[in-house]
Structure formats: structure tokens, C-alpha cells
């Protein structure tokens, strides 16, 4: 079957059999050399119409190619939890919508933040690029290694947490998070754990209440700092935010460092 009969067959355009072609997936039967015309064999529609059915669904190349490949039990059992995936990324998202409807006017958040000046401290610190479905275990995992690199270096269990959002991290796009921990002393540091100074500076903060400490209910609490810090005349954001374990009568802090007049 010339490309032209072959397509129309498998529902496939020129332009995404040439593409399939060139990424691997559908490779052409033959190849006429004088002309250049491309042939497929009856027997490759199944295939064909295969990975037409699984690009409508969104799913990269690279992932078509590796499910086209397998049984269909076994493409039913990845499909089925890629699909449970995707609804827990759609319920994600439909909550985040839902909170944006308090963007910028949540007075009582708003009304709660404060500011504070901050001393210089050194801290020990893990960093990783996470999503928000693995920000609990960083945070768990790396505050567990660095205390217990405090204790065994004599600088005891050390102090506040601080996690550092330097990107925005969402449940479907990673984003580079800094855990630390406050200490006194002198330490080495080790593997993956680094020594960084935090100069002394002012932060505009806000305990998180309770019930606002989990996505996306904590994104009111963001917003809340940012609608203050920009209503606030001579307060600027001059850095990421960050969060502060434990907080001030609260499970945490959400802070920014801020540049006051």
C-alpha cells in the first residue's frame, strides 16, 4: 500500500506518518530508492490505528512506543493507572481553581501578616527538583539526614526547618526545593548536604492556619503574603519563599524575604 491508501486505512495523515517514520514507531514496509515513495504492508494497520487511538489520548512518543509494544493485558493495566493518574492530576487542579477565586482578597489572611527582622544563621541543606506528590517525603527524608549529621558532628538536632521554593512546584511540574536546617557551630558537610549562610534580613510572614497547611488551601496563604507585601508601600519581595517548621503557634510559617524602606 502506497503512504497515501496506507493512512487513510489507519487514520493517520501524511504528516504524522512521516513523523511515526521518523521517531521509530511506524517504519514504512519498503522504500522505493528512485523515488523516494514510501510502502506499507496491510498487516501494519492494526498498529497503525493502534497508535492513532493512543495519540488522541495526549500521550508522548515516547510513551505511545512503549505501550504499542506490549500485550493488550498489559496495555490495559498501564492505561488504566496512567488514567487514574490523570484524574487525580484533573482533581489537583480543579481544587487549584477553586482557591484562586480568593486571589488577592482574603482580608482575614491578609490582616494576619506581619513582619520581622531575621539574624543571620548557617544552615545545612539538601535541594531537589519534586513535585507537590513527592515534596512530603524531601522534606521527611531530608530533615531526617540532616539532624542526624547535626548529632553525630556535636551540633545537636539543630533548629527550625526551612523548605525554599525556587520554582513553582505544582502536582505535575517539578520545581527545585531547598530543605535546611539551622544550626550553631562547626560541621562538614557530606554527600549530598551543603553548608549555606542565610545573611540577616526581613521577612513578611504568616502562621498558616489550621486547615491551610495542604495544597491548594495553602495557596491562600502564599497569596495572602504576596497581597500584602504588594499593598504595603515601601515592602518589596527581594527573594523565593519559603516555609518555616515549626511556626509561630502553627504547624508552619509561610515567609518571604522582603526589602523594607
Not at 501578616?113 to 524531601?138: G, I
Amino acid at each position: 500500500m502506497r503512504a497515501g491508501e496506507f493512512g487513510a486505512a489507519g487514520r493517520l495523515s501524511p504528516k504524522a506518518l512521516r513523523l511515526y517514520a521518523e521517531q521509530g514507531l511506524l517504519r514504512p514496509a519498503s522504500v522505493d530508492p528512485a523515488t523516494g515513495y514510501r510502502y506499507y504492508s496491510p498487516d501494519q494497520l492494526p498498529r497503525a490505528r493502534l497508535i492513532a487511538r493512543l495519540r488522541r489520548l495526549g500521550l508522548p512518543l515516547a510513551r505511545i512506543g512503549q505501550l504499542a509494544d506490549l500485550t493488550p493485558e498489559a496495555r490495559a493495566v498501564e492505561l488504566r493507572g496512567w488514567l487514574r493518574t490523570q484524574r487525580t492530576l484533573l482533581d489537583e487542579r480543579a481544587a487549584a481553581v477553586e482557591a484562586m477565586q480568593w486571589y488577592g482578597e482574603d482580608d482575614a489572611l491578609v490582616d494576619a501578616v506581619a513582619l520581622r527582622d531575621v539574624p543571620a544563621t548557617k544552615v545545612l541543606c539538601r535541594s531537589r527538583h519534586v513535585d507537590t506528590t513527592a515534596l512530603d517525603d524531601l522534606i521527611r527524608t531530608a530533615e531526617h539526614d540532616i539532624r542526624a549529621h547535626l548529632r553525630a558532628s556535636g551540633s545537636g538536632d539543630g533548629g527550625a526547618t526551612l523548605v525554599s521554593f525556587q520554582d513553582l512546584v505544582t502536582p505535575d511540574s517539578e520545581g527545585l526545593v531547598e530543605v535546611a536546617v539551622q544550626y550553631d557551630g562547626s560541621i562538614e558537610p557530606v554527600d549530598d548536604l551543603y553548608i549555606r549562610l542565610v545573611p540577616a534580613h526581613t521577612e513578611a510572614y504568616l502562621p498558616v492556619p489550621a486547615g491551610f497547611e495542604d495544597f491548594p488551601l495553602v495557596l491562600r496563604v502564599y497569596d495572602a503574603v504576596e497581597a500584602y507585601t504588594d499593598a504595603r508601600a515601601g515592602v518589596t519581595c527581594v527573594g523565593h519563599p519559603y516555609e518555616i517548621y515549626p511556626g509561630t503557634d502553627a504547624l508552619f510559617d509561610v515567609a518571604y524575604p522582603v526589602s523594607p524602606s
